[in-house]
């Protein structure tokens, strides 16, 4: 039987409500919703520590934080200390299976910390900084876009209260309403 391919992506800062395949109308997020529709969605998650390192932690090794050692969010200089190395965790397990892992994107812990560790010491990963290629210039290009969002929905908010409040005033000559 082949193995299958496994991609886990991990965010922070939001609901699945805001993802177009749990039924946001504004984002429109149709790899995301490719990738969940082919694959496994957990739909009924909970977190074991509501802070983020900790949470990642529990999702490296399958621990609570008091058993792999990260109970808050900090970037001490010696965190491996705090880390219990001894504890293993899932991508070392897969490469022990014989895949090959990797980690991108957003560590949110700087320095000598936990997932700098993590990933370069135990996992080999190479770090490349600074560099942009093709995948990050595309993301650059939807932050733009975003921000024009952003600016869009905005502008029709203010649109908005302004036609809302021109209703309130024409209610307000009929006798219908008070405006305040």
Not at 63 to 75: P, T
Not at 92 to 102: K, S
Not at 119 to 136: A, D, H, M, T
């Amino acid at each position: 039987m082949k193995r299958p391919n496994i991609l886990f992506i991990m965010t922070d800062d939001h609901t699945p409500r805001e993802m177009s395949s749990y039924g946001n109308t504004i984002l429109n997020t149709p790899h995301l919703d490719r990738i969940g529709n082919e694959g496994t969605r957990f739909n009924h998650c909970c977190t074991t520590n509501a802070l983020c390192a900790p949470a990642r932690g529990t999702v490296l090794t399958g621990c609570f934080s008091h058993v792999h050692g990260i109970r808050g969010n900090s970037e001490v200089a010696d965190a491996v200390e705090v880390f219990d190395p001894t504890v293993p965790t899932f991508p070392e397990l897969l490469q022990e299976a014989g895949y090959r892992t990797a980690l991108f994107g957003k560590y949110h812990i700087r320095q000598e910390s936990l997932l700098e560790i993590l990933v370069v010491e135990r996992f080999e990963l190479e770090q490349k900084v600074g560099e942009q290629n093709q995948e990050s210039a595309e993301i650059t290009e939807q932050i733009k876009k975003g921000k024009e969002m952003v600016k869009e929905l905005q502008d029709v908010i203010s649109n908005q209260k302004i036609e809302i409040r021109k209703f309130e005033e024409t209610m307000a000559k009929k006798g219908k309403y008070k405006v305040e």
